[in-house]
């Protein structure tokens, strides 16, 4: 019967509480274990064995919630779905400001999402009963609705830090509502008054993105809409 294998883990973790700390700083833990640990693995056994003051989050611990979001080694990941490495430095996501250790502010994240108003603007009252959808649409629509809002895909994005851009994941929410039938709202506006075109095409908000979805791929039809033109049906 195979056995898995043990490591010890030395991991750097920023910490900054804003109450007592002018700057974040890095405390660094060993950490015991099976080989095949996550990332999430190793914090909670720092927090519950040797910094019980260390804040962190997570829910789910299946990859579904996107609360864990950190970046290890510069890389943006789900704590609970990122196997641990020998040595690993573990941040909070860039560029959120940090609200204590690896929690941030997802105040603006939130305010975003509201503004974008995400639910059908329709021409005519919902009829009160269920409409009917072309299947492989509905797949689709499902499919990218899958978002976990982790912000994995922003932080990893090249074009945030250096341009007006509200990142990857805000135009894959706003290429799900440009899809739905009912939606009327003008999408491709909000795109680009949300930065759309300063897009780098570079791909790696899609080779990061835990839900396997393709935030790129919503960049590129909405470009296609801008220089093709594209209608709903009335």
């Known amino acids: 019967m195979s056995t898995v294998a043990s490591i010890t883990v030395t991991a750097e973790i920023q910490r900054f509480d804003p109450s007592q700390d002018a700057e974040p ?6 950490v015991s274990g ?4 996550s990332v999430l693995d190793v914090v909670r056994s720092i927090y519950e064995n040797q910094a019980g003051d260390l804040a962190y989050q997570f829910a789910c611990r299946v990859g579904r919630c996107g609360t864990c979001a950190v970046r290890v080694n510069g890389r943006p990941v789900l704590a609970c779905q ?6 690993m430095r573990i941040e909070p996501l860039k560029p959120f400001p940090a609200l204590r250790d690896l929690v941030v502010d997802r105040t603006e994240i939130e305010s975003r999402l509201a503004s974008f108003e995400l639910a059908p603007l329709r021409n005519n009252a919902h009829p009160g009963q269920p409409e009917l959808i072309a299947p492989d649409l509905a797949a689709k629509l499902c499919h990218m609705d899958s978002c976990l809002l982790c912000m994995v895909c922003v932080s990893a994005c090249p074009a945030v830090e250096e341009r007006p851009f509200d990142g990857p994941a805000f135009m894959l929410k706003l290429r799900h509502m440009a899809e739905h039938p009912a939606d009327r709202r003008d999408r491709l506006d909000q795109a680009l008054q949300g930065g759309m075109l300063e897009c780098f095409n570079c791909d790696v908000c899609t080779q990061v993105c835990p839900a396997d979805l393709s935030p790129a791929q919503a960049i590129r039809d909405f470009r296609r809409e801008l220089f093709f033109g594209r209608g709903k049906e009335a």
């Open 82 to 87: 990122e196997r641990c490495k020998a040595q």
């Open 34 to 37: 099976l080989a095949n640990m």
């Open 25 to 30: 700083r890095f405390e660094s833990f060993e």
